[in-house]
Nanobody, 122 residues
Framework: QVQLVDSGGDSVQPGGSLRLSCTYS????????MGWLRQGPGEQRETVAT???????NYVDSVKGRSTMSTDNAKNTVNLQMNSLRPEDTAVYFC????????????????WGQGTQVTVSS
């Protein structure tokens, strides 16, 4: 089993920045891919960013160039730095982990965090 705890969500103005963190614990050696998914009001769930065990990252086009996903193994965290935030980034963001890349990108990861709210509004 793997436990994920999300944090860092907040209300910010357009153009602002946030750093989302996901603290992981448990049988993390079984995990090959971690990601951040989001679901905005009335929208479908979307995979925003992924990182593999080899530190290969990938981003959805809407956040590419504005976001950076990284791992801090010393702190057992996976982070998502988001800059130049837009109102359309408003969503609940979930940390996710799974043994396969496909599970994360299709929004069906084995493990989920509890979610953290990001609101971008003036």
């Amino acid at each position: 089993q793997v436990q994920l705890v999300d944090s860092g969500g907040d209300s910010v103005q357009p153009g602002g920045s946030l750093r989302l963190s996901c603290t992981y614990s448990g049988d993390i050696l079984s995990i090959q891919v971690m990601g951040w998914l989001r679901q905005g009001p009335g929208e479908q769930r979307e995979t925003v960013a992924t990182i593999t065990s080899g530190d290969f990252t990938n981003y959805v086009d809407s956040v590419k160039g504005r976001s950076t996903m990284s791992t801090d193994n010393a702190k057992n965290t996976v982070n998502l730095q988001m800059n130049s935030l837009r109102p359309e980034d408003t969503a609940v963001y979930f940390c996710a982990a799974s043994t396969t890349y496909n599970a994360v990108v299709t929004g069906t990861p084995r493990y989920w965090g509890q979610g953290t709210q990001v609101t971008v509004s003036s």
